[in-house]
C-alpha cells in the first residue's frame, strides 16, 4: 500500500517519464526509485533533423542521453574514402553516449538528430548516482549492448535449461573440468601394470608420457576391450605397442566446448589438457563435460558413426534435435550449435555413405562434395541436400563409364539422406546428377565456365558451389581444384564485381525509417523470412570479400575472422558483424526449437511482432550491421 | 524544487506551507532583451470546472519550466486545489478530478502564493492563453487581490507564427501534439498538458533560433505580427 501511495504522490510528468522509461532496457530490469530518481533529474531537449547533439569538438561529454521520441546517428568520417559515414542510429528507448560519459572525455562520434528528435538527459551527479546505486543500469553501462545481447543468450539458456535441469556451461574453461593430477606411466611398463594402477585410482584411462612429462600416448579400458578381444597380445606387452599414440591435446585455456567438438569428430572418450610447454596437466573424459547431462554429442555422434541400419540412423535424427536443446541449454551460442549439427550431419552423410559401399561398392574412389550451408558448416535443423561427388578418371575408363558406376549409387545414397531428413534438393543440386559428379578436369571445366562466362543464372549458383567442402573420401583433389577457382576469381575482377552486385541485392529487411520490410508474398504477409533476408546478406557479401581476397575457409563467421586478420575488414566492424550474424542465426533457431515442440513444419519465417521489445531491437540493429556491410561492398565495387 | 512540493503532498497534505513574504511577491518581467537562450519560461494549463470565467472556477495547476531551451523535469508544479465546495459534476468526465481529490486538495491561498514565488515573474505561455489567463487572474485577484500583469504568450499563435501553412487538420493542441509525433501521456492532467504544450515551445524556440529571433521582445513581437496578420486576414 504504502508504494502504491508513493506511486500516486509523484507528479504526473514524473510518472509518465518512468512509464516510458520502463518499457526500454536496461531501464526495464532497474528499481522504481532509481527511474523516479531519473526522471525527477531529466531534462528534455528538442532537435531538430540534422541539429548536432554532441560533437567530437564539444568538451568532454557531461550529460547521458535517451532517445525521448526521434532517431539520433552517428556519423564519422572516413579518411579514406573521404566521406561520412553512419556508424550506428540510436531510436526510441535506446541510451548514448556510453564510453565518452564513462570515460570522461569527448565523444568521438558526432551525434545528428535523424527526423525532429526528442532527448532526455541526466546530468553527471544524477548518473553517477544511478551508476552507483543500481546494479542493471552499472551493468548496462559497462558493457553496453552486450549486456543486452546476454540477456537474450542467457533467456535462449534458460529456456533450453527447463528441459534439462542443469547449469554447466560450455564456456566453462577447460582446467575446470580436468582431472588434475592423471594417471601416468611410462611407455616400457607392462599392460598389466598399467591396468593395475588404473583399477587403484579408478579411472578408466592411463596416459603415457615421455621424460619431461610430454603426453606420448593414452590407453583406455576400451583398448584393453579391444587387445584382449583380438588377442593382439599378452598382458606383459610394454604399453607403448598397444597404446594410441599422439593423444588429442587442448591447452588449459581451451573451453568446454572445444573439447566436446574434437571429442565428436574423433570419436574419442578422452583428451589430455597441456599447458604452453605441453605438459601434460590434466584429463578430461566424455563423461567430465556431459555428467550432468542426458544427451551426450560424443556419444551420438559414436552411434551415428557406427550404426548398422539406415533404420538406426533415421531414428537417431531426434536424438540431434534433442542435442540442440541440450546445448542451447549449455551455454552453447549459435555459432557453436550450427557447428554441432554440421558434425552430426557429416558423421550421418558419412554413415550413409559407408554402409552403401559396405552393401554395393561402386569400386571407383571419389569426394564427396557438399555444398551451401552444409559447405559453410552452417546447417540448422531445417537443411536440405546439397551434393555432388568428384572423381579421378581411373586409366583405360571415360568419364561416362565412371558416372555409369557412380551414379545409381549416388541416387542411392541421395534417396537414403532424404530418408534421414536431409531433404531431397528441389533443384537438383545432388550428387545423383550427371552434370554434378564429375571427374577432377570437367570440374574444373565447369568452374572455368562459371567464372568466365558468368549468366545472371549462374550468379544464383555462386552461394551454393562457391561454398564447398569434401565430407568423405580423399580431401586432395578438391584442395587442387579449390586452389585453381580461387586463383581464377582473383584474377578475375569482372566476376568480383557481379558477385557484389548480385550480393548487394540481398537488401536486409529494414525500410529507410528503419522499421521491418516484410514480405511481399501471400500467405507471409507481415513476416521476415530470416534465412533469405536476414542471414543471406551477411553470407553473400562476406563470400564476395573471402573469395576476393584468396580467404579459403566456407564458414562465414571463420570468414570474417580470416578478413579481418587480413586487414580487409576493420576488426570492430567485423567483431560487430559477427555478433549481428550470429544473433539472427540464434534467434531462428530458438524458432526452429518451438516449432519443433509444437509439432509444426519447420520454416524460416517470423513475425517481428511475435518477438519480445529486447529480441526486436536487436534483430533490428543486426539487420542495420548487414546494411553497414552492404555499404561497405557498394564503395569497394562501386556497385 | 520538486523535493519541497513532494515534502508537502507527504507530510502537509493541504495544510498550510508557512512563511509567504506576501508584501514582496515577485514582480513579472516584460519582454525585453533577454536572450531565449537562458531566460526562464513558464509553460501552464489549468483545469477548470467549466469554460465559463465568470462563473466557473480553477481546481488543478500543471505547470514546467523552460529554462535556456530546455525543460527541466526537476523544476516543475502540479497540484489540486482544495475546493470541496466546487460543482464539478459538468467537467469530472474531462479531467478526472472528482470531489474526493477537490477534499484533499492544496489549501488555495497557500497554493497560489507558492505559484506566484515559483513562477517568478516569468513569462507565462499556454495553449489559448487567453483562456488560462483570465482564470489565473481571477483566481490571483479573489483569493490574494494579487493584480499585477504578467506577460503572456500563445503557444497556438507560436506556432503557426514559426510554422506557417502548415497541415495540421485543425488548431487545437491535439492537432499539433499529433503532427510532431508527440505523445501526451494522460491528456486533460493539468500537468501532462502544460508538459506536451512546453514540447511544442521547445519545437518553435528551435525554430526561432534558425530563423534569428534571440531575445524573448524578438519572440513577443513575432507573435505579434503573426496576431495582426491573422486579424488583417479576417476582415
Given amino acids: 500500500m504504502a508504494s502504491a501511495n508513493q506511486e500516486n504522490d509523484r507528479p504526473q510528468n514524473i510518472r509518465a517519464i518512468m512509464t516510458f522509461l520502463r518499457e526500454h532496457a536496461p531501464f526495464s530490469s532497474m528499481d522504481d526509485s532509481h527511474l523516479a530518481h531519473f526522471a525527477e533529474n531529466a531534462s528534455i531537449q528538442f532537435y531538430a533533423d540534422g541539429d548536432v547533439v554532441l560533437s567530437p569538438d564539444h568538451d568532454v561529454v557531461k550529460r547521458f542521453y535517451v532517445v525521448k521520441q526521434g532517431r539520433i546517428r552517428g556519423e564519422r568520417h572516413n579518411d579514406k574514402e573521404d566521406r561520412t559515414e553512419t556508424t550506428f542510429e540510436i531510436s526510441q528507448g535506446e ?35 544511478l551508476f552507483s546505486e543500481s546494479e542493471p543500469f552499472r ?11 546476454d540477456q537474450v543468450n542467457r533467456r535462449i539458456q534458460s529456456n533450453a535449461m527447463a528441459s534439462m535441469g542443469s547449469s554447466t556451461s560450455l564456456d566453462t574453461p577447460l582446467e575446470r573440468y580436468a582431472l588434475r593430477n592423471p594417471i601416468v606411466c611410462s611407455p616400457d611398463l607392462p599392460v598389466r601394470k598399467a591396468v593395475a594402477r588404473m583399477h587403484e585410482n579408478n579411472v578408466g584411462s592411463i596416459i603415457i608420457t615421455d621424460e619431461n612429462r610430454i603426453p606420448t600416448g593414452i590407453f583406455t579400458l576400451r583398448d584393453l576391450r579391444t587387445m584382449i578381444a583380438e588377442g593382439t597380445g599378452p598382458l606383459d606387452t610394454p604399453i607403448q605397442q598397444v597404446m594410441t599414440k599422439d593423444p588429442c591435446c587442448l591447452p588449459s585455456h581451451a573451453d568446454a566446448f572445444e573439447a566436446a567438438m574434437l571429442m ?17 596437466i590434466g584429463v578430461v573424459s566424455e563423461r567430465d563435460l556431459f555428467s550432468l547431462q542426458r544427451v551426450d554429442l560424443v556419444n551420438l555422434a559414436r552411434t551415428i558413426g557406427t550404426a548398422t541400419h539406415l533404420r538406426t540412423l533415421v531414428s537417431l535424427r531426434t ?65 536440405d541436400q546439397d551434393n555432388g561427388i568428384l572423381f579421378e578418371t581411373p586409366e583405360g575408363m571415360t568419364e561416362d563409364q565412371v558416372r555409369e558406376k557412380l551414379l545409381p549409387f549416388a541416387r542411392k ?70 586452389d585453381k577457382v580461387l586463383a581464377r ?17 540481398r537488401k536486409p529487411p529494414l525500410t529507410m525509417f528503419r522499421n521491418f520490410r516484410y514480405l511481399s508474398e501471400e500467405g507471409n504477409k507481415h513476416s521476415l523470412d530470416l534465412k533469405r533476408q536476414g542471414l543471406a546478406p551477411f553470407v553473400e557479401a562476406v563470400r564476395v570479400f573471402a573469395l576476393a581476397n584468396g580467404v579459403e575457409t566456407a564458414n562465414t563467421l571463420e570468414r570474417m575472422d580470416e578478413l579481418a586478420k587480413k586487414g580487409i575488414f576493420d576488426p570492430k566492424d567485423a567483431n560487430a558483424w559477427q555478433e549481428a550474424y550470429s544473433l539472427i542465426q540464434a534467434i531462428r533457431m530458438r524458432a526452429h526449437q518451438e516449432m519443433l515442440a509444437k509439432g509444426e513444419e519447420l520454416t524460416n519465417y517470423i513475425d517481428p511482432d511475435d518477438l519480445n521489445p529486447l529480441d526486436r531491437r536487436i534483430l533490428r540493429e543486426s539487420f542495420r550491421q548487414a546494411q553497414r556491410l552492404q555499404q561497405k561492398l557498394e564503395v569497394t565495387y562501386q556497385l | 524544487m520538486l523535493e519541497q512540493i513532494k515534502q508537502w503532498i507527504e507530510h502537509r497534505r493541504g495544510g498550510k506551507i508557512g512563511s509567504h513574504d506576501t508584501g514582496n511577491l515577485p514582480n513579472p518581467k516584460t519582454p525585453g532583451e533577454q536572450l531565449l537562450t537562458d531566460c526562464r519560461l513558464i509553460v501552464l494549463d489549468l483545469e477548470t470546472t467549466g469554460l465559463n470565467a465568470a462563473k466557473d472556477e480553477v481546481i488543478a495547476i500543471g505547470a514546467v519550466a523552460i529554462r535556456g531551451g530546455i525543460i527541466h523535469l526537476g523544476d516543475q508544479f502540479d497540484l489540486i486545489l482544495r475546493r470541496p465546495e466546487l460543482d464539478i459534476r459538468e467537467t469530472v468526465l474531462i479531467h478526472g478530478i472528482g470531489p474526493e481529490a477537490l477534499t484533499q486538495g492544496h489549501e488555495i491561498e497557500d497554493a497560489l502564493l507558492y505559484l506566484l514565488e515559483w513562477m517568478n515573474g516569468d513569462p507565462i505561455l499556454a495553449y489559448h492563453s487567453a483562456f488560462d489567463q483570465k482564470f489565473l487572474e481571477k483566481t490571483l485577484k479573489a483569493q490574494l487581490g494579487y493584480t499585477q500583469p504578467h506577460t503572456w504568450m500563445d503557444v497556438a499563435d507560436l506556432m503557426p507564427a514559426f510554422f506557417p501553412n502548415t497541415k495540421t487538420g485543425g488548431k487545437g493542441l491535439d492537432n499539433w501534439a499529433d503532427y510532431f509525433g508527440l505523445e501526451v501521456s494522460e491528456r486533460h492532467h493539468a500537468a501532462s498538458d502544460a508538459l506536451a504544450t512546453a514540447e511544442l515551445t521547445l519545437i518553435a524556440l528551435n525554430k526561432a533560433r ?23 486576414h479576417r476582415y
Avoid at chain 1, 571427374?439 to 571445366?445: A, F, G, I, T, V
Avoid at chain 2, 534558425?210 to 488583417?232: A, F
Fill in chain 1, 319 to 383: 536424438d540431434v534435435s534433442r542435442l540442440v536443446d541440450a546445448m542451447l541449454a549449455h551455454g552453447a551460442d549459435s555459432g557453436q550449435v550450427v557447428k554441432i549439427i554440421t558434425t552430426l550431419n557429416d558423421v550421418t552423410v558419412r554413415r550413409v555413405l559407408e554402409l552403401n559401399i559396405k552393401k554395393n561398392d561402386p569400386g571407383i574412389p571419389f569426394t564427396w562434395l557438399t555444398f551451401g550451408s552444409e559447405g559453410r558448416q552452417e546447417q540448422t535443423l531445417l537443411t
Fill in chain 2, 210 to 232: 534558425t530563423e534569428g529571433v534571440k531575445t524573448l521582445k524578438g519572440l513577443y513581437d513575432k507573435l505579434h505580427y503573426h496576431r495582426r496578420l491573422q486579424n488583417m
Fill in chain 1, 95 to 129: 541510451c548514448f553516449p556510453l564510453a565518452a560519459m564513462i570515460g570522461e572525455r569527448p565523444t568521438r562520434t558526432l551525434h545528428r538528430a535523424s527526423g525532429d528528435t526528442f532527448c532526455l538527459s541526466i546530468g553527471q551527479a544524477a548518473f553517477v548516482t
Fill in chain 1, 264 to 280: 565428436a569428430e574423433h570419436h574419442f572418450a578422452h583428451l589430455c589438457v597441456i599447458d604452453d610447454d605441453h605438459k601434460l
Fill in chain 1, 489 to 505: 576469381i582473383r584474377k578475375n575482377a569482372l566476376f568480383q564485381k557481379m558477385l557484389a552486385g548480385n550480393a548487394f541485392q
Fill in chain 1, 139 to 149: 551493468d548496462f553501462c559497462l558493457r553496453g549492448v552486450s549486456s543486452l545481447l
Fill in chain 1, 413 to 482: 545414397v541421395n534417396d537414403e539422406l532424404a530418408e534421414c531428413g536431409f531433404t531431397l534438393c528441389k533443384g537438383n543440386i545432388m550428387a545423383s546428377n550427371p552434370k554434378l559428379c564429375l571427374s577432377d578436369r570437367e570440374w574444373d571445366d565447369w568452374f572455368i565456365r562459371f567464372i568466365d562466362a558468368s549468366t545472371p543464372q549462374n550468379l544464383v549458383y555462386s552461394s551454393i558451389f562457391l561454398d564447398m567442402r569434401a565430407i568423405y573420401g580423399p580431401t586432395e583433389p578438391l584442395d587442387a581444384l579449390l
